[in-house]
C-alpha cells in the first residue's frame, strides 16, 4: 500500500501543475478578448489598422518592459506570493477595461494587464523546477504549456457570441473576474508544498554570474527568435481571417479555435517526445536538439496558408505552424531547467521573456505597416517559417553540448 505521505506529495503535486494549467489558460483569456472584439472595439473607439498595431505593441512593450524586473520578483518573494500578487493585479485589470471612458484609459488598463501577466510564465517554470522531481518536469511543463491554447480555443468559442448577447464590457468583467476565483485556489491548494531540490524558494540573483552564462543566452536568444509567431498568429489572426476569407465576428471563432488546438496538441507532443527519446538512449542534448528539429521543419508548412482560398485548409496550415511552436517552446522551457540553475531559472525565463515580448512587439508593427502600405500578410508569415531553424542554428552555436546543470 502507498505510503501516505507519498500519497499526499503526489496529490499536492498534481493540484500545482492543474493551478499552473488554470493560470496559465486564464492569462490567455484576457489576452486575446480585444483581438477577438476587433470589430467592435474599432467602432467604439475608431481605430484604424495602425491604431490597433499600437494598441499590441503598447501591450508588448509593457509586458517587455516589466519582465526585466518579474525574475526578481519572484525570486525574491517566492513563486507562491509573487504569481497570486500578479494573478489578482491582472484580474482588476482586466475587469477596468469595461469601465475605461475613452481611448487613454483602456490602454492605461491594457498596460496594467500586460505588467501583471508578465508572471506567470517564469513563475510557472520556477514552480516546475522547485517542486516536480526531474522526471516529472518536461511532461508537467508540456501539460501547462497547452493552457495558452486551451484558452485560446475556448475564448474564440466563447466571447465573440457572448460580447454580441450582454455587450463588450460585460466579456471583460466575466474574464477578469475569473482570474479572482483562481487566486482562492492557488492559495488553498499551494500551502504544502515543499521544494525538491536544495535551491531555496527565495534567492537572492547574482545577475554577474546569469548574464555571464551561455545557458542565459542560448534561452534569451531563442525566446526572441520565436516568440514573435506567438504574438502575431494571437493578436492578428482574427483579422486575418476576418479581412482575407470575410469571415464575421461571430464566425472566425471555429477557425482560430481550430488553429489553437492544434497548437495545444503540439505542447503535449513536445512534452512526450523528449522523454522518449532519452528512453532511447539518447543523451539531453541530442534528444532536445532532435525533438526542435522535428517542429522547426514542420512549421515550414505555415506560409503555404496564403496560397489557399480555402479557410478551413488555411486554419489547419496555420495550426501546424502553432503545433511546432508550441512543441518548440515546450523545448525551450524543459532545456531551462536542464541547464540553468535552479534559484536562477525564473530570472533567465523572465529575460527570454523581455526578448520575445520585443520580437513580438516588432512583428505586431510590422503587421500593421505591412497591411497598411498593401502589402498583406506576406511578410510576417515568410518570417514565421523560418524562425525556428534560425533558433536551433543559435541554439546550436551557442551551446553546441546542452548538459544538465
Same mark, same amino acid.
Given at each position: 500500500m502507498e505510503p501516505a505521505a507519498k500519497r499526499a506529495s503526489s496529490g499536492a503535486t498534481m493540484a500545482l501543475v492543474a493551478l499552473l494549467f488554470a493560470g496559465n489558460a486564464l492569462n490567455y483569456v484576457d489576452r486575446q478578448v480585444v483581438a477577438l472584439l476587433k470589430p467592435t472595439l474599432q467602432a467604439t473607439f475608431h481605430w484604424n489598422d495602425g491604431d490597433f498595431?499600437?494598441?499590441?505593441?503598447?501591450f508588448q512593450f509593457a509586458a517587455a518592459s516589466a519582465l526585466v524586473f518579474v525574475g526578481w520578483f519572484i525570486d525574491r518573494l517566492g513563486v507562491r506570493v509573487a504569481y497570486g500578487a500578479a494573478v489578482a493585479v491582472w484580474s482588476l485589470a482586466g475587469m477596468a477595461h469595461a469601465i475605461?471612458?475613452?481611448?487613454?484609459?483602456?490602454?492605461?488598463?491594457?498596460?496594467?494587464?500586460?505588467?501583471?501577466?508578465?508572471?506567470s510564465t517564469p513563475a510557472g517554470v520556477k514552480s516546475a523546477t522547485l517542486y516536480l522531481t526531474p522526471d516529472r518536469r518536461n511532461q508537467a511543463l508540456g501539460i501547462i504549456n497547452t493552457a495558452p491554447n486551451i484558452g485560446a480555443i475556448l475564448t474564440p468559442l466563447i466571447i465573440p457570441p457572448f460580447a454580441m448577447a450582454f455587450g463588450w464590457k460585460a466579456a471583460f468583467l466575466v474574464t477578469g473576474g475569473l482570474g479572482l476565483v483562481w487566486l482562492a485556489a492557488w492559495w488553498w491548494g499551494t500551502r504544502s508544498l515543499e521544494p525538491v531540490t536544495k535551491a531555496s524558494e527565495r534567492a537572492p540573483v547574482n545577475w554577474r554570474e546569469l548574464l555571464s552564462a551561455r545557458s542565459s543566452w542560448v534561452v534569451i536568444g531563442a525566446k526572441f527568435l520565436t516568440d514573435g509567431v506567438w504574438w502575431f498568429v494571437l493578436f492578428w489572426m482574427p483579422d486575418f481571417f476576418n479581412r482575407?476569407?470575410?469571415?464575421?465576428?461571430?464566425? #472566425?471563432? #471555429?477557425?482560430?479555435?481550430?488553429i489553437f488546438s492544434l497548437a495545444a496538441a503540439g505542447a503535449l507532443t513536445a512534452g512526450g517526445l523528449f522523454p522518449r527519446l532519452r528512453r532511447n538512449g539518447l543523451s539531453i542534448d541530442a534528444a532536445r536538439k532532435r525533438s526542435m528539429l522535428f517542429f522547426a521543419l514542420v512549421v515550414l508548412a505555415m506560409p503555404l496558408a496564403l496560397l489557399t482560398r480555402n479557410v478551413w485548409l488555411a486554419a489547419?496550415?496555420?495550426?501546424?505552424?502553432?503545433?511546432?511552436?508550441?512543441?518548440f517552446s515546450t523545448n525551450i522551457f524543459g532545456m531551462s531547467t536542464d541547464i540553468v540553475p535552479a534559484g536562477r531559472v525564473a530570472s533567465v525565463i523572465a529575460l527570454g521573456a523581455v526578448a520575445g515580448n520585443l520580437a513580438g512587439m516588432g512583428v505586431i508593427e510590422l503587421a500593421g505597416w505591412s497591411l497598411s502600405n498593401g502589402f498583406g500578410y506576406t511578410p510576417m508569415f515568410i518570417l514565421c517559417g523560418g524562425a525556428y531553424l534560425l533558433a536551433l542554428g543559435w541554439i546550436h552555436l551557442v551551446m553546441p553540448q546542452l548538459e544538465a546543470n
Amino acid at each position: 500500500m502507498e505510503p501516505a505521505a507519498k500519497r499526499a506529495s503526489s496529490g499536492a503535486t498534481m493540484a500545482l501543475v492543474a493551478l499552473l494549467f488554470a493560470g496559465n489558460a486564464l492569462n490567455y483569456v484576457d489576452r486575446q478578448v480585444v483581438a477577438l472584439l476587433k470589430p467592435t472595439l474599432q467602432a467604439t473607439f475608431h481605430w484604424n489598422d495602425g491604431d490597433f498595431a499600437h494598441l499590441g505593441s503598447a501591450f508588448q512593450f509593457a509586458a517587455a518592459s516589466a519582465l526585466v524586473f518579474v525574475g526578481w520578483f519572484i525570486d525574491r518573494l517566492g513563486v507562491r506570493v509573487a504569481y497570486g500578487a500578479a494573478v489578482a493585479v491582472w484580474s482588476l485589470a482586466g475587469m477596468a477595461h469595461a469601465i475605461a471612458a475613452n481611448v487613454q484609459q483602456f490602454v492605461t488598463a491594457r498596460v496594467v494587464l500586460a505588467i501583471g501577466e508578465t508572471v506567470s510564465t517564469p513563475a510557472g517554470v520556477k514552480s516546475a523546477t522547485l517542486y516536480l522531481t526531474p522526471d516529472r518536469r518536461n511532461q508537467a511543463l508540456g501539460i501547462i504549456n497547452t493552457a495558452p491554447n486551451i484558452g485560446a480555443i475556448l475564448t474564440p468559442l466563447i466571447i465573440p457570441p457572448f460580447a454580441m448577447a450582454f455587450g463588450w464590457k460585460a466579456a471583460f468583467l466575466v474574464t477578469g473576474g475569473l482570474g479572482l476565483v483562481w487566486l482562492a485556489a492557488w492559495w488553498w491548494g499551494t500551502r504544502s508544498l515543499e521544494p525538491v531540490t536544495k535551491a531555496s524558494e527565495r534567492a537572492p540573483v547574482n545577475w554577474r554570474e546569469l548574464l555571464s552564462a551561455r545557458s542565459s543566452w542560448v534561452v534569451i536568444g531563442a525566446k526572441f527568435l520565436t516568440d514573435g509567431v506567438w504574438w502575431f498568429v494571437l493578436f492578428w489572426m482574427p483579422d486575418f481571417f476576418n479581412r482575407v476569407f470575410g469571415m464575421s465576428q461571430a464566425r #472566425l471563432g #471555429l477557425p482560430v479555435a481550430i488553429i489553437f488546438s492544434l497548437a495545444a496538441a503540439g505542447a503535449l507532443t513536445a512534452g512526450g517526445l523528449f522523454p522518449r527519446l532519452r528512453r532511447n538512449g539518447l543523451s539531453i542534448d541530442a534528444a532536445r536538439k532532435r525533438s526542435m528539429l522535428f517542429f522547426a521543419l514542420v512549421v515550414l508548412a505555415m506560409p503555404l496558408a496564403l496560397l489557399t482560398r480555402n479557410v478551413w485548409l488555411a486554419a489547419l496550415l496555420i495550426g501546424l505552424g502553432l503545433f511546432a511552436h508550441q512543441g518548440f517552446s515546450t523545448n525551450i522551457f524543459g532545456m531551462s531547467t536542464d541547464i540553468v540553475p535552479a534559484g536562477r531559472v525564473a530570472s533567465v525565463i523572465a529575460l527570454g521573456a523581455v526578448a520575445g515580448n520585443l520580437a513580438g512587439m516588432g512583428v505586431i508593427e510590422l503587421a500593421g505597416w505591412s497591411l497598411s502600405n498593401g502589402f498583406g500578410y506576406t511578410p510576417m508569415f515568410i518570417l514565421c517559417g523560418g524562425a525556428y531553424l534560425l533558433a536551433l542554428g543559435w541554439i546550436h552555436l551557442v551551446m553546441p553540448q546542452l548538459e544538465a546543470n
